[in-house]
Nanobody, 125 residues
């Protein structure tokens, strides 16, 4: 099991930027694909971005492509989500996730894999 702790959320205006961080510990984190998901009030949790264990492959939801960037530092056991040009529809609780497989991480279910406790991002118009 991998333990994950998110930070960096907050309240910003539309057009602003935020960087979320996820501190990972436990099993050999560098062997895991890492991802970010988000859940808005009344909606299901949705995939945002993923990065392979070595960082050479990334993928994004269409809604954030070109605005968000996922990265990782396997020395520090950290994963980041740089969010630029934020929109009110980006408002959600953002969760960090770990999965052994990069090919399946974007389809992770809430009751599987490793999840953090979430960090709130609120974008005002």
């Amino acid at each position: 099991q991998v333990q994950l702790v998110e930070s960096g959320g907050g309240l910003v205006q539309a057009g602003a930027s935020l960087r979320l961080s996820c501190a990972a510990s436990g099993r050999t984190v560098r062997n895991y694909a890492m991802g970010w998901f988000r859940q808005a009030p009344g909606k299901e949790r949705e995939f945002v971005a993923a990065i392979s264990w070595g960082g050479s492959s990334t993928s994004y939801a269409d809604s954030v492509k070109g605005r968000f960037t996922i990265s990782r530092d396997n020395v520090k056991n950290m994963v980041y989500l740089q969010m630029n040009s934020l929109k009110p529809e980006d408002t959600a609780v953002y969760y960090c996730a770990a999965d052994p497989s990069y090919s399946t991480i974007r389809r992770m279910k809430v009751d599987s894999g490793s999840w953090g406790q979430g960090t709130q991002v609120t974008v005002s118009s």
